[in-house]
Every structure is written in C-alpha cells, then in structure tokens.
C-alpha cells in the first residue's frame, strides 16, 4: 500500500505562487505515474498536469504555462509549482498515483485559494 500527504496549499494572492508537495510513504516498489487534480466547490474533480515515469509530462489547457510538475524519486515526492495563479485556480488540490499495474492512491487533499 502507498499512503500519499499533499501539503503546500493555502491562501494567495491572485499572480502568486504556490508549491504543493505530496509525499508517498508505505510499500513503495514500483514506479508510477503520478497526477495532480483538483476540485472546486460545486464542481467536479478535473485533472491538472502528469508526469510519467520517463519524465514527459501534460498539462490541461487551463494551467498550462503557469503550472509545472515535478518528480524527486529520491524523495518519493512529486511537486506542483503555480505561478500566476488566477481565482479560478481556487480549489482542493489531490495528488494520484497510478502504478504500472494498475493500482491507483489518492492523497487527501489540501486547500489552495487564490483572492482576487
């Protein structure tokens, strides 16, 4: 099992940055593919960015140019970076982990908000 903690959210300033972290901890022994989602009140969860296990990565349209995701395996950590954050980006922010069998772990969230 891979237990994930996101952390690095909080209240910012709209052109400001963040940087979430989530941290895997458990029975790490395989690589992954790992994402980042968020979920806005009242909306559905959306899909963010990817980083693949031979580092390419994907961004959606909306953050693309302003988010950038990372990978420190050493860590076992994956990282958010925003920039330029915008009050739509308002949102709880979840890092999954998809591994090469299918086996999927979502972290518990943690809260960004941007004001205007």
């Known amino acids: 099992q891979v237990q994930l903690v996101e952390s690095g959210g909080g209240l910012v300033q709209a052109g400001g940055s963040l940087r979430l972290s989530c941290e895997a901890s458990g029975t790490i022994f395989d690589s992954y593919t790992k994402m980042w989602y968020r979920q806005a009140p009242g909306k559905q969860r959306e899909w963010v960015a990817t980083i693949r296990r031979d580092g390419s990565t994907n961004f959606a349209n909306y953050v693309k140019g302003r988010f950038t995701i990372s990978n420190d395996n050493a860590k076992n950590t994956v990282y958010l970076q925003m920039d330029s954050l915008k009050p739509e980006d308002t949102a709880v922010y979840y890092c999954?982990?998809?591994?090469?069998?299918?086996?999927?772990?979502w972290g518990q969230g943690t809260q960004v908000t941007v004001s205007s």
């Open positions: 999954m982990w998809t591994s090469s069998s299918g086996s999927s772990y």
